[in-house]
């Protein structure tokens, strides 16, 4: 169900009239049963491979919390009769059994999501060798449909179960509850990959209706949907055209192009995230944020901190940290730090942990080349920024510039940077991708007029996307020191109701009239 | 703590870790400082910092990652 579509509207309002009007003691029931109608509606089919991940989550975690239970209960119970020795052996018997749970479940889930995402791509790498010696040897590729949202509630999941084994997080005891956490609807398709004793909280409470914040999330979502037709929609058809053509145009309309993409996703990905907060908050729940206004950001580093902040925190506490603080990575530092001295020994524990993270993201937006080398490229600038930070302060303390001129170029360096970093895999192969590179750099046709530099675009609807744009820019400079929603809210109910009318009806225009390519939103592929 | 606050000093000396209370969630320390520091206590106090602890209540201020150290060595 597309959320830019008339059914997802009224899946909304029954939603919203079911959960406000039913015993508050039911409404994540209501929530369950309307998260299981949306995931229906993406092919009933595909509900198995859901069922499997939330009930063996649910089992494992129970399993988990069981055994740690026992043990401790037994050295609780038997502290004066055992050794200190005999203590550490049963700590290290519990620790393994609990491990080989663990491993189980993460196996039997990253394997359905490696069989779904990378079965083809690993076919097709075979085929591509087997090919290279001359042999006839071809495997077909599998027609799989990816169940909708795999990426997102596996990672969401497994990131439950590595906490219960940890012990940060108890085991929920409630099959249904763990469904819901799983299969909640408005983050499936593309997070916020939450927390689940942030969500959890949030999502198993009574909720008292709150006319605030039922007001501030319509807002959210009027602006999000602006956000994606009156931009993002706007825009998308121009990038495919730049896309797919690059080698016709001019190296300065590629250029164009590029940055059109930056503000496409960035429009339609944020769109969608201010949609499904301001959806939750009208339901009194708040969803973990996705965006920090990332196009302001200062590195590479910063950026990845600012957008898709839910994956990387991901990727930060189940990836980062056990690779990096690993026994094996803090001896490796250790002997580093006596051989070839500090920074070496302090960096090298931090960079293997990167690269391993960076490629996996890459492979975690898709199956590509494109991908592994834009994960690859973005691991890689990391590092090399935390390598030369001596030699950037060095060059900075020699430097006399004033602060708020060298943060402004840090942050038009670091989006240039991202842009072209973006584009990568976006073009269709990495060979595309270095292709569209080149023709911006080699290509030195100067447009005579505006019709040759942009050949493509309906005047109007720049217009429309310049005006659009600028709007979204001087909400993120408002952002930087003020909510726009409590700002919002100072104006006069008539005013307000009156601006948001005015909106709603644009984006209809928009939407069902005029333009007529509102698609899915980008993020729904991976 | 003496050591605790060695490594700390060593990491970043222009912080004051005495009243600094929010070294994590105030964005002081980053995730490459937590990579160094734990590697470091590591070999300090000979222990070993499961991922479990690397969360912001556990390094937010020098007596939290003491309490954390105590903990640790107690589980062990």
């Known amino acids: 169900m597309s959320l830019v579509s008339l059914s997802f509207f009224l899946f909304c309002v029954l939603l919203l ?15 369950l049963v309307f998260s299981l109608v949306f995931y229906a509606f993406a092919g009933i089919e595909n509900s198995f491979y859901i069922l499997i991940t939330a009930f063996s989550s649910w089992l494992g975690a129970l399993w988990l919390d069981n055994v740690s239970q026992k043990s401790k209960q037994y050295i609780k119970d038997n502290k004066d009769n055992l050794t200190i020795e005999e203590k550490s052996i049963l700590k290290n018997k519990t620790k393994r059994k609990k491990k080989l749970i663990l491993a189980g479940i993460l196996l039997l889930n990253f394997g359905l ?38 990426s997102f509630y596996t990672f969401q ?36 990959i939450s927390n689940y004793q942030q969500l959890s909280s949030q999502l198993f409470s009574e909720h008292k209706f709150d006319y605030q914040n039922f007001a501030y999330g319509f807002q959210r979502m009027v602006w999000g949907y602006f956000k994606k037709i009156a931009i993002a929609d706007m825009l998308a058809p121009y990038v495919q055209l730049v896309f797919q053509n690059y080698n016709q145009y001019a190296g300065i309309t590629v250029l164009i192009g590029i940055f059109f993409y930056s503000i496409q996703i960035y429009a339609d990905f944020s769109g969608y995230m201010d949609i499904v907060c301001g959806l939750c908050r009208m339901m009194g729940i708040k969803l973990t944020e996705n965006f920090n206004r990332p196009y302001f950001s200062k590195s590479i580093a910063e950026y990845w901190r ?32 006596e051989i070839f001295g500090k920074s070496v020994g302090k960096n090298l524990p931090a960079s293997i942990a990167l690269i391993a993270v960076w490629l996996t993201t890459g492979l975690w937006h898709g199956a590509t080349w494109g991908y592994i080398a834009w994960g690859g490229l973005n691991g890689l600038i990391i590092i090399f920024s935390m390598w030369m930070e001596p030699v950037y302060a060095f060059a900075k303390s020699k ?128 | 703590m003496e050591k605790l606050m060695e490594i700390l ?68």
């Open chain 1, 17 to 31: 009239l079911c959960y406000w009007l039913f015993p508050k003691k039911i409404q994540w029931i209501v929530l």
């Open chain 1, 113 to 150: 999501l490696c069989v779904f995402k990378y079965a083809n791509f690993v076919i097709g790498q075979i085929n591509t060798i087997t090919r290279l010696f001359n042999t006839n040897t071809t495997i077909n590729s599998l027609s799989l449909i990816i169940p909708l949202g795999i």
């Open chain 1, 157 to 192: 999941t497994m990131g439950y179960l590595i906490d219960v084994y940890w012990e940060k997080s108890e085991a929920c005891k409630n099959p249904l509850k763990l469904l819901l956490f799983t299969s909640f609807f408005p983050q499936i398709t593309q997070g916020p």
């Open chain 1, 306 to 337: 600012r957008w898709h902040i839910s994956l990387g925190n991901w990727f930060k506490t189940y990836l980062y940290y056990p690779i990096a603080v690993s026994r094996w990575n803090t001896k490796l530092g250790r002997k580093c730090n």
């Open chain 1, 399 to 526: 430097i006399k510039i004033k602060e708020s001129i060298w943060k402004f170029f840090q942050v038009i360096r670091t989006f240039i940077l991202v842009t072209f970093i973006k584009v990568l895999p976006e073009v269709g192969s990495l060979t595309a991708g270095l292709g569209l590179w080149k023709r911006i750099f080699t290509n030195h046709t100067i447009p005579t007029s505006f019709g040759t530099l942009l050949p493509f675009v309906n005047k109007l609807h720049l217009m429309a996307i310049i005006i659009g744009t600028i709007l979204m820019l001087i909400f993120s400079l408002i952002q930087r020191k003020y909510s726009v929603g409590k700002l919002f809210n100072k104006i006069p109910t008539v005013i307000r109701i009156f601006i948001l009318s005015l909106i709603i009806t644009i984006l209809i225009i928009i939407a069902f009239g005029l333009n007529n390519v509102s698609g899915g939103f980008m993020y729904e592929q991976f």
């Open chain 2, 9 to 76: 000093m060593e990491i970043n000396p222009d912080i004051d870790y005495k009243t600094e209370k929010n070294l994590i969630d105030g964005k002081i320390l980053d995730s490459f400082s937590i990579v160094n520091l734990v590697a470091q206590i590591s070999e300090t106090f000979d222990i070993e910092i499961s991922p479990k602890y690397l969360i912001p209540k556990y390094f937010n201020s020098v007596d939290a990652m003491w309490e954390m150290i105590q903990a640790i060595l107690d589980e062990e």
